[in-house]
């Protein structure tokens, strides 16, 4: 995706999410989109189809989301400036900016096992007093670590598993 | 292979059990977008410009481009190992290059490896590439000759040490070949005054290096000299930093109070190579789709050069900047921005290069701003006259096509001036010591050439040097140390001179 795709999905984003007052507003309309985005990608063949005009891609998409005017609005704009291919990055960003709003701090932990549920929480409340906010972690596991942790989080890569620390060594040694 | 000290069982026992148990704590970013030497990447969210990034796999990066949502790098080796998705980190440095004594003799692409294949550089220190220039405080004006051994260029485009003189010129012109008898040359001067050499090379072939490092290795100039190397087949990232990183090693040695001669051969390839760099990272391209800051990218190079104040060590840093023309175009974009930068310029032309006079130096387009001033008492006073004599010549030599008749004195300077265009001719390879180009000048502009035939000149010169260095070594010695032309010294020379003529063969 180019640099100009992605400032336009931030937009348009940002739009949408700032149509929202409150939190539960903001929370209810990305829950919709999001929903909406996976119900149009089973369509995603019409909806790119030059064949089937804009018009009747409007109209279908006004009757389907009759109980939300908005959202058919909001999808009808981006049929209308051509950036409909942009959705999925769109509702990306939406939930990212609701993220924001609620103060949630997404991280993803990497462990050679699973982790126990106590070692999970303790995890997260440790990620919390780096970070603050609320963190809402992916536990994921890849084996290929040995032990340890490694967490990604706000853009930073914090790594402490031994898959590191022997590559390290290996570095040391035969320097 | 053999064991290394740091080999011994108790030494890896200690490496293992102290080592860190830290963990890293990275910024990163994501790779959004590769190709072309290139990488977008998202995230990265404090690097700063010109900072070192890491790709992984042993790739490193340079931040270029910091844009609203993604920072452009380029990448400093392959990029097939790089896709989109690959985490990339910070280091939180800039690139630097290892620097100190144990450089010197070796051969080394822009990043400090070796690719001489004689082992890694022991070096304690390193140095930024990019840094800025010394400030006027403290500098002090070029005052020092630096002896290129080349006869033309000593005598009528001097060079001072800590002077920035500009070699230009087309294509096989004999560009590098001056570059490299400046550098041999230094092994003709007695150590304390001895120049330590780069020669950095960029965007030329493998093939031109290897030789370029033969022959500095066959005339035993590699002792006192670093190559760095970054040829066509490098990403445009490696040709675009190497200037810089043989500046680097350079100011090294000019702050330890060394002088240091360094030939970036070429900064046309350079400019490419930053122009390459600058279209894919999408900047604005301005004339001959150079980017805007393409002058910048040469007078933040050049500004390096410098002669150091007393206080500050009298090291000297003098460049050698190389530009080839097309069609002897001075006034393109790139030569005439490096033109401007520079003290001067030796001017080579392949009109005369290919009718035989080498060096091929256009006297009258040549100049040095400053050397003039660095130039030894003894060669000012026999080449005060050359540069009037030759273009002198050049204008009545015009005439004499013509087939005009032409007074007496005319016909004298025009026999003058053959014969002194002859006896600036020389062989690659050959640079002499100032007292023999002190010598043979002084032979020249003293009409002691006047009676020899001027298929003979070079003959004459020949037979000169070998006579002196065998009957007179003294004379030259003395020659080669005195700063000034004493009459006393003048009066052997002109008494070696008569006793000479006796003992001349032509044609042989
Ligand atoms: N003074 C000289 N006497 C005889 N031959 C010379 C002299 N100077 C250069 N040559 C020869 O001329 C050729 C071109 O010289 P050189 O490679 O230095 O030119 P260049 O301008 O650097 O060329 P390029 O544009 O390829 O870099 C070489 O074969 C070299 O040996
Ligand atoms: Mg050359």
């Not at chain 1, 180019?2 to 984003?13: G, L």
């Amino acid at each position: 995706m180019n640099s100009t795709n992605r400032i336009a999905a931030q937009r348009y984003a940002a739009a949408y999410d700032a149509l929202s007052k409150t939190n539960e507003e903001a929370s209810r309309r990305s829950v919709l989109l999001h929903e909406v985005q996976m119900a149009l990608d089973s369509q995603q063949e019409a909806m790119n189809s030059p064949r089937i005009t804009l018009q009747t891609k409007k109209e279908v998409v006004r009757t389907a989301l009759s109980g939300s005017p908005e959202t058919a609005n909001f999808i009808e704009l981006l049929l209308e400036a051509k950036r409909y291919y942009l959705l999925p990055e769109i509702t990306r960003r939406v939930a990212t900016l609701l993220d924001d709003r609620l103060g949630i701090v997404r991280a993803q932990v990497y462990a050679a096992k699973e982790l126990t549920a106590a070692q999970k929480r303790h995890t997260e409340q440790v990620l919390a007093k780096r970070y603050g906010g609320e963190i809402k972690a992916d536990f994921i596991t890849d084996p290929s670590l040995l032990g340890g942790l490694k967490i990604i989080c706000r853009g930073e890569q914090i790594d402490g598993s031994l898959q590191r620390r022997f590559a390290k060594l290996e570095e040391e040694l035969t320097k | 292979m053999a064991i290394r000290p740091e080999e011994i069982t108790s030494i890896i026992k200690s490496k293992i059990e102290h080592f860190d148990t830290s963990v890293d704590i990275n910024e990163i970013g994501t790779v959004i977008q590769v190709g072309d030497g290139i990488a977008r990447v998202h995230g990265l969210n404090q690097v700063k410009a010109s900072e070192l990034v890491d790709f992984g796999n042993g790739v490193k990066g340079m931040a270029m481009n910091l844009e609203y949502d993604n920072v452009g790098c380029v990448l400093m080796g392959p990029d097939q190992q790089v896709h989109e998705g690959t985490t990339v980190k910070r280091t939180g440095e800039v690139i630097s290059i290892p620097v100190g004594p144990d450089v010197i003799g070796r051969v080394v692409d822009p990043l400090g490896k070796p690719l001489d294949g004689k082992g890694e550089i022991k070096t304690e220190k390193t140095m930024p590439l990019d840094i800025v220039a010394p400030g006027i405080i403290d500098r002090q004006p070029v005052k020092q000759p630096l002896q290129t051994g080349i006869k033309a260029i000593d005598s009528m485009v001097p060079i001072g040490k800590g002077q920035r003189e500009l070699i230009i010129g087309d294509r096989q012109t004999g560009k590098t070949a001056i570059a490299l008898d400046a550098i041999i040359n230094q092994k003709n001067i007695p150590a304390a005054e001895r120049c330590i050499c780069i020669y950095v090379a960029v965007g030329q072939k493998q093939s031109t290096v290897a030789q370029v490092v033969k022959t500095l290795t066959d005339f035993g100039a590699m002792d006192y000299t670093v190559v760095v190397s970054a040829t066509a087949s490098d990403p445009a990232s490696l040709l675009y930093i190497a200037p810089y990183a043989g500046c680097a090693i350079g100011e090294y040695f000019m702050w330890q109070g060394k002088d240091v001669l360094i030939v970036y051969d070429d900064l046309s390839k350079h400019a490419q190579a930053y122009r390459q760099m600058s279209l894919l990272l999408r900047r604005p391209p301005g004339r001959e789709a150079y980017p805007g800051d393409v002058f910048y990218l040469h007078s933040r190079l050049l500004e390096r050069a410098c002669k150091l104040s007393n206080e500050n060590g009298g090291g000297s840093l003098t460049a050698l900047p190389i530009i080839e023309t097309q069609a002897n175009d001075v006034s393109a974009y790139i030569p005439t921005n490096v033109i401007s930068i520079t003290d001067g310029q030796i001017y080579l032309e392949s009109s005369l290069f290919l009718s035989g006079i080498k060096p091929a130096v256009n006297v009258g387009l040549s100049v040095s701003r400053v050397g003039g001033s660095a130039q030894r008492k003894t060669m000012r006073k026999v080449a005060g006259t050359l540069r009037i004599d030759l273009s002198q010549y050049q204008e009545l030599a015009g005439f004499a096509q013509f087939g005009s008749e032409l007074d007496k004195e005319s016909q004298r300077q025009i026999e003058r001036g053959k014969r002194m265009t002859e006896l600036l001719k020389q062989n690659q390879y050959s640079p002499l010591k100032v007292g023999e180009e002190v010598l043979v000048l002084y032979a020249g502009t003293h009409g002691y050439l006047d009676t020899v035939s001027v298929a003979d000149v070079l003959n004459y010169e020949q037979q000169l040097l070998s006579y002196v260095r065998s009957e007179h070594a003294a004379v030259l010695d003395e020659l080669n140390q005195s700063q000034e032309l004493t009459e006393a010294l003048e009066g052997k020379v002109k008494s070696l001179l008569d006793e000479f003529k006796t003992v001349f063969r032509a044609g042989k």
